[in-house]
């Protein structure tokens, strides 16, 4: 079959479907790879991932224990892999290595990943920093008056900036009028989390060259398509930051995409490992948006699979749009574990010759699944117990000279990995602060009400001409009156009609 990535092989006698597959057409009807630890989750993203590859989609998955990378090399048949083959009858093995780019948010195991403040957008930037409803709020009205004056707010020490300039008491009036009220003990609190961010190392990932998603959507010269593995290791040790992330990077290929319906192989397909973290501590609003996202993302052509430890991870509506899902064992010790094998039961079509499922999950060896995917006109295939086949590449992680020489050869290397810091939001606003500094206030030294008179005929002219082109007490002087003008005009260039999507990240109109 052309179009389909072979997952296993039935265990099963006389089984209608001896081979079960994964039919690309309808790959991004989303799906759904859990497992308790060590059952073989990650073999089995590996397949579909290499088989989505071999059809020339995209890929993008996190690689949490760094054994994902193993993708860029090609398998050695050894005394393991031999067995395997032959209980399967696979007589056509060909170790091939896939294409592969490596990414890293820090910069260290792949190409940077950045993506600037504005186009995180308040909504998950929130989420990242931890903040309550109404920090949150304060937080929409800063990037509001932003994105209303045109300013782009790369990294975070342009968001500092732009917090310093809210908790100013002028235009913390000025803004609490205009967009609702702003207290100075939420901005010292997003202030105080943004610190926290930085020392957490979160704010590497903030800045550019940001993201360009066509990178993420490449084939290499044989038509196969790129693999992009984000290296996670260390990223998971920050959950908040991993799945803030990846959601972005969801709602990045949702509001960028055209609509395409249902094509013959998805245009990318998208693994969240340690689908949990998503969920975890997920405000009620922004889960919906997720929801939304999930449910929506299918049109335009981008396939979604979560993989976890239990089936309900996930909320009962993201769960009931995965069409194809794979099943590891289960162990059911607690009762948080038995409630999750009996969900994960409930999920799938029932096939008399597997017998209980509830129980067979329990009872799965390394290396076995419970599959059930989408078969012709959109219905489930009953379910099969099948031997996942192993994948053509290698099984594990790779050496540094190995991970040093893909890098090498990676062709978006030039673009990403130096930092870029053009002027922006920091630049903009500590000019206008320099230029009320450099303006002398009533009453200083240098000139006012308070300064004895000249002495000479020339002393009023003089007064009157500082007042027009410096300004007095009560009235702004010409050089503030163009400097700000210059301000304004300066910031719409940078960016003007700024608009936010349905998760809060930037839309360029």
Not at 260 to 282: I, R
Not at 289 to 300: C, H, P, Y
Request: proline residues 6%; contains cysteine.
């Amino acid at each position: 079959m052309a179009n389909d990535i072979l997952l296993g092989k039935s265990q099963l006698t006389g089984s209608r479907t001896p081979e079960v597959f994964l039919h690309a057409k309808y790959g991004n009807r989303h799906g759904m790879i859990a497992g308790a630890t060590g059952t073989g989750k990650s073999v089995s993203l590996m397949v579909m991932a290499e088989g989505f590859s071999k059809l020339g989609v995209p890929v993008f998955l996190a690689d949490v224990k760094g054994d994902l990378a193993g993708m860029a090399q090609a398998a050695v048949v050894n005394d393991k892999l031999k067995p395997r083959l032959d209980k399967l009858g696979i007589t056509d093995y060909t170790p091939s290595a896939n294409p592969v780019i490596f990414w890293d948010i820090y910069g260290k195991l792949g190409h940077p990943v950045r993506a600037t403040v504005s186009e995180m957008g308040p909504t998950l930037l929130a989420r990242l920093l931890e903040l309550n409803d109404v920090q949150s709020g304060v937080l929409e009205v800063v990037f509001k008056a932003a994105d209303d004056q045109g300013w782009l707010l790369l990294d975070l020490k342009d968001l500092r900036a732009l917090l310093n300039h809210a908790a100013d008491k002028d235009n913390a009036k000025e803004l609490s009028a205009k967009y609702g009220l702003i207290s100075p003990t939420s901005i010292a609190a997003i202030q105080r989390s943004l610190l926290q961010l930085e020392n957490a190392g979160g704010d590497v990932f903030f800045g550019e060259p940001a993201l360009d998603l066509a990178d993420f959507m490449r084939q290499d010269m044989s038509g196969r398509g790129v693999v992009n593995i984000l290296a996670a290791d260390q990223l998971i040790l920050k959950p908040m930051l991993y799945s803030t992330f990846l959601l972005w990077l969801l709602s990045e290929l949702f509001e960028k995409l055209p609509e395409v319906g249902d094509l013959d192989v998805p245009k990318l397909v998208f693994f969240f490992d340690e689908a949990h973290l998503l969920f975890d501590d997920c405000p009620p609003a922004l889960q919906k948006r997720v929801e939304q996202v999930v449910r929506l993302i299918r049109s335009k052509g981008v396939g979604v699979y979560f993989c976890s430890q239990n089936p309900d991870d996930a909320p009962d509506v993201i769960l009931g749009q995965l069409g194809n899902r794979v099943q590891h064992a289960l162990r059911a010790f607690t009762p948080r574990d038995q409630k999750a094998v009996n969900a994960a039961a409930q999920t799938f079509a029932p096939n008399p010759a597997v017998g209980d499922i509830t129980q067979v999950i329990t009872q799965l060896g390394v290396g076995e699944a419970l599959v059930s995917t989408l078969q012709e006109g959109g219905v489930p295939l009953p379910v099969e117990r099948a031997l996942i086949v192993p994948p053509t590449c290698r099984i594990g992680t790779i050496t540094d000279a190995e991970r040093a020489t893909i890098r090498s050869r990676s062709p978006v290397g030039g673009k990403y990995d130096t930092a870029v810091d053009r002027e922006s939001a920091f630049e903009i606003l500590t000019q206008r602060t320099d230029a009320t500094i450099a303006r002398p206030a009533p009453g200083d030294a240098n000139g006012g009400a308070a300064q004895a008179p000249a002495q000479g005929p020339m002393s009023g002219w003089g007064k009157t001409i500082s007042d027009v082109l410096l300004g007095s007490g009560r009235r702004q002087g010409m050089i503030e009156t163009m400097a700000k003008s210059a301000i304004r005009s300066g910031g719409s260039r940078l960016g003007t009609a700024l608009v936010r999507g349905v998760l809060g990240s930037l839309l360029k109109k």
